[in-house]
């Protein structure tokens, strides 16, 4: 009678498991999500529920985002020394454009915190101005792409606040829109790793065709995970 009484409670303790584990996942209340797409952009994560109960259908959110942007890539490196070439010799034919800028140049007050290397490169800049050696712009402008250029990160942080519906356990759901100059509708969703019972991020834009030449049509997905990392970026300086 005792061994079948045993192998009762064990089945049953078995059967309750699921919901234990249920019962013990981690809530939706804090968690650090990077980019899928191997951009260097980590979220942090802050929520609570919206009427400060857990039985709540929804939860507040307040989102942290640091992107940052690498160097630029050697297809893209190679575009701006044309560039700067190109309106060189565009510039040439009218030498008051030269003018007008070295006069912007030395009008302009310097920030007072700027890499030594930029400070020289000020200097040279405004000594070849006063000088009119204006091919000696051009020489400086690609030792600045060489120099800085190539070797400058650039920092982006984006702060807000969502309210997300709850669908079921593993699921918050965010809709907005459509609204803004261009009439997109977002749809922001968190759901849950059910492996490791960890958080995951995904947006969807979808933005309709507009009279205005910055709204394009298109869909834009982006997705961030507990799972990923950031790419290490060699930054020597940082831009503005």
Not at 179 to 190: D, H, I, W
Request: glycine share 6%.
């Amino acid at each position: 009678m005792t061994r079948h009484v045993s192998t009762a409670v064990a089945v049953l303790f078995l059967a309750l498991l699921p919901g234990l584990a249920r019962a013990d996942r981690k809530p939706l209340s804090s968690a650090q999500l990077f980019p899928t797409d191997g951009t260097v952009a980590p979220m942090n994560v802050s929520c609570r529920p919206s009427d400060g109960s857990r039985r709540s259908g929804s939860i507040h959110c307040n989102v942290h985002t640091v992107r940052i942007q690498g160097p630029p890539n050697a297809k893209a490196f190679a575009g701006q020394v044309t560039a700067a070439v190109i309106d060189f010799e565009v510039a040439q034919a009218k030498p008051e454009r030269f003018k007008k800028y070295c006069d912007e140049i030395g009008s302009e007050e310097p920030p007072k915190f700027l890499p030594e290397v930029e400070r020289t490169m000020l200097v040279a800049t405004l000594a070849a101005c006063r000088a009119g050696t204006y091919f000696l712009l051009l020489k400086l402008q690609l030792d600045g792409l060489r120099d800085v250029t190539a070797h400058q990160c650039s920092l982006f942080q984006f702060d807000w606040e969502q309210d997300f519906e709850r669908v079921d356990d593993d699921t918050y759901v965010s809709n907005v829109g459509p609204s803004g100059l261009c009439n997109e509708s977002v749809t922001e969703t968190f759901h849950r790793d059910q492996k490791y019972d960890e958080w995951n991020y995904k947006q969807v834009v979808v933005k309709p065709a507009g009279k205005d030449k910055w709204c394009v049509e298109g869909i834009e997905v982006s997705e961030w995970s507990w799972l990923n990392y950031p790419t290490k970026l060699e930054c020597m300086y940082w831009g503005r």
